[in-house]
């Protein structure tokens, strides 16, 4: 087969004689594996589930959640290069002293069982399923305000939650009030859902007890080492760059013409005027 032919000396593949690729994509995915030195064999039997790659990060943490990372270092095991990154909170205390990690999966797949939310979000995707209806004046600012409230158990937010949402509309608009009595109800028992699952006050477990590392919105993550902040001695820094991780498509733009390429600007146009 032609494609075969045109297969190089691949430096880590562990199959047996010569790999055979069906197709010309087959090949190039063999060859990207291989530059980065990823064992890997045609229609393998088995499968690695811890790989050692080539490039090992190490850092120090200075909190137990590993949020503040002063101390950061990169090694290419191959090429031998290796970087100390630190950020300006680091006082070059001796090394010895503190524990070093090593970055693994769960330094960014931390999430601890399912997702917590924070209620932003939480209320934000409420309103898209339309579990909160929208059109309800500050039904987004009430009910963060309601959510956030330190409910001593979650039989006092079952009781409170309700009854705050009701006095709220009760009280400020009351003809409304009447008018969108059920609407009102199903506001306070959404929110109730939302804050039930992912407050628990016996187990201290409130918003943002478990960061998310996967992202850098809402809690630091990338930005724990990727804040343009860690430098090396030279002066060489951990990428802040937002396009080293992003394709930014559109920036502050109303109706940005990429959501039209995307087909997706008449289901957002729908969803905003609901
Ligand atoms: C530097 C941070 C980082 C490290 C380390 C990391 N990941 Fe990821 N991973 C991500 C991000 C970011 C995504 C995309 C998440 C998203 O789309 O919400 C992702 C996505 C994934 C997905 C796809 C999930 C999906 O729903 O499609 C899998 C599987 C995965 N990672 C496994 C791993 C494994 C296994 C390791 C360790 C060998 C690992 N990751 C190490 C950041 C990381
Ligand atoms: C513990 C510190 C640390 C964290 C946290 C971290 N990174 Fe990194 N990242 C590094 C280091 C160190 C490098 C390599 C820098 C170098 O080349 O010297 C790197 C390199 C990268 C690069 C390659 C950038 C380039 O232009 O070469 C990408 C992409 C990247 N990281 C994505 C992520 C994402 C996405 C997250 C968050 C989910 C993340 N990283 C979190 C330390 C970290
Ligand atoms: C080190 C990699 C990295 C850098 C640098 C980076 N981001 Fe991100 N960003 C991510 C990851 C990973 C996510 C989460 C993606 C996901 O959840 O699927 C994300 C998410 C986002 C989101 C979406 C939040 C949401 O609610 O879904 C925005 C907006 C964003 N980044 C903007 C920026 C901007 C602006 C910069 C530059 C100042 C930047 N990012 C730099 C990796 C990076």
């Not at 002293?97 to 601890?112: A, G, T, Y």
């Not at 339309?130 to 079952?158: H, S």
């Not at 628990?200 to 992202?215: E, H, I, M, R």
Request: glycine share 6%.
């Amino acid at each position: 087969m032609g494609v075969a032919e045109e297969a190089p000396d691949f430096q880590v593949f562990r199959g047996p004689g010569r790999p055979r690729f069906a197709n010309r994509a087959e090949l190039e995915c063999a060859k990207l594996l291989d530059y980065y030195g990823v064992p890997w064999d045609y229609e393998p039997t088995t499968f690695v589930l811890l790989a050692l790659w080539l490039c090992q990060v190490h850092f120090v943490a200075s909190d137990p959640a590993r949020q503040t990372i002063p101390w950061v270092e990169y090694r290419n095991t191959r090429t031998g290069l290796r970087r100390e990154y630190r950020s300006q909170d680091w006082t070059s205390r001796p090394l010895q002293n503190v524990p070093l990690f090593e970055m693994q999966c769960v330094d960014c797949h931390n999430r601890p069982t399912h997702s917590f939310e924070l209620p932003e979000q939480a209320l934000d995707k409420a309103l898209v399923l339309g579990e909160i209806p929208v059109g309800l004046p500050f039904v987004k600012k009430k009910g963060i305000e309601l959510l956030k409230v330190n409910y001593a158990t979650n039989t006092e937010a079952a009781e409170k939650i309700p009854k705050e949402l009701d006095g709220f509309y009760r009280q400020n608009y009351p003809n409304l009030y009447t008018q969108r009595a059920s609407d009102i109800g199903r506001t306070a028992q959404a929110l109730l859902a939302i804050y039930n699952r992912n407050v628990f006050p016996d187990l201290k477990v409130s918003w943002g007890t478990y960061p998310n590392n996967l992202g850098h919105v809402d809690f630091p993550g990338c930005f724990r080492c990727h804040d343009g902040g860690h430098a090396t001695a030279e002066g060489e820094s951990i990428t802040g760059e937002c396009n080293s991780c992003h394709e930014t498509l559109a920036s502050d733009e109303a109706s940005p013409d990429i959501l039209k390429k995307l087909g997706i600007a008449e289901r957002i146009a729908a969803i905003q005027k609901r």
